[in-house]
């Protein structure tokens, strides 16, 4: 009787875990969106699609290697990158994450959008750190900082709105003096590293953004070249080149440096306790090709 009875607590207190295991609330999303792959007609071009589907320049070439930018030909299989893990980073407000060229935004209620950017050039990086959304503008005035006139001296005091106006429609000023993200006039622009150290969007993007955005928002920006989180019970690695290889993706298609990216300690911390089912030829290989690709690099649970 007595070891019936320790049996019966036995099955009750794992019933008790179950129930409470399957009560548990779901962890925040680490990953959006859907793969896309896209097959072109022979006038496409690399930029073209981008555009569509709004990605970046660097980021579709990254995920092309090879491939012509101007003219893939008719019938080749593109490689859209509409998938992305989330950056380590709060989960509100704006997140900007230099190497992969994109923003991320968390609404109060609702998923994370992403959308890619413009970000500055060598010597005019944009800044890493935490700041807010000081204030917002339609239809700014574009005034030339000091650098911008000793670059190119005949530069006006300023330009007023209109479509010579670099900054776009919409502007976002950041608690950074000099810095906001807004739009531009030169949409093949997004997606590179040519900023003066704003962050440009799309015109449609920056658009909905100002809409979604209020003052006082907080805003992140990273740099973390490689990303690691969880979806549907796996765990996904992503890695892109760091910024000073986007500058050589963008004209020779491949990265400046050959070095892989080391994010082995990155996706053993994301594993926790499933770091047993780990794939390190997988993690090795998304290292070395830095295509921002999420990948998944756990192996299925054995039963």
Avoid at 225 to 233: E, H, L, Q, Y
Wanted: glycine share 10%; with cysteine.
């Amino acid at each position: 009787m007595a070891a019936m009875g320790k049996r019966r607590l036995v099955l009750i207190a794992a019933a008790i875990l179950l129930t409470m295991a399957a009560q548990k609330p779901a962890p925040p999303p680490q990953m959006i969106g859907i793969p896309t792959l896209f097959v072109t007609r022979e006038s496409d071009t690399l930029l073209d699609i981008a555009r569509e589907y709004d990605a970046g320049y660097v980021e579709i070439r990254a995920a092309n290697p090879g491939i012509d930018p101007w003219m893939p030909g008719g019938g080749r299989k593109i490689v859209v990158p509409t998938q992305h893990v989330l950056p380590d980073a709060p989960h509100r407000g704006i997140v900007i994450n230099l190497p992969e060229l994109r923003l991320y935004y968390y609404p109060a209620k609702g998923e994370p959008r992403s959308f890619p950017i413009g970000i500055g050039g060598e010597g005019k990086e944009t800044p890493v750190g935490h700041t807010v959304v000081a204030a917002k503008r339609p239809h700014p005035v574009w005034i030339p900082t000091q650098s911008e006139h000793d670059e190119n001296p005949d530069l006006p005091a300023l330009v007023p709105p209109g479509p010579d106006n670099p900054m776009g429609d919409f502007a976002l000023y950041l608690g950074w003096k000099g810095y906001a993200v807004h739009g531009t006039n030169k949409p093949y622009s997004i997606g590179r590293r040519d900023s003066h150290g704003c962050i440009r969007l799309y015109p449609d993007d920056i658009a909905w953004l100002y809409r979604a955005v209020a003052i006082g928002t907080p805003v992140t920006v990273v740099n973390q070249p490689a990303k690691a989180g969880w979806s549907g019970g796996e765990l996904y690695l992503e890695v892109h080149p760091t910024q000073q290889d986007v500058d050589a993706l963008e004209s020779e298609g491949v990265p400046r440096s050959p070095l892989a990216i080391d994010a082995d300690d990155l996706v053993a911390k994301a594993a926790g306790g499933d770091v047993y089912r780990l794939d390190w030829y997988t993690i090795h290989l998304a290292e070395t090709k830095r295509d921002g690709i999420p990948v998944q690099v756990t192996r299925p649970v054995p039963y």
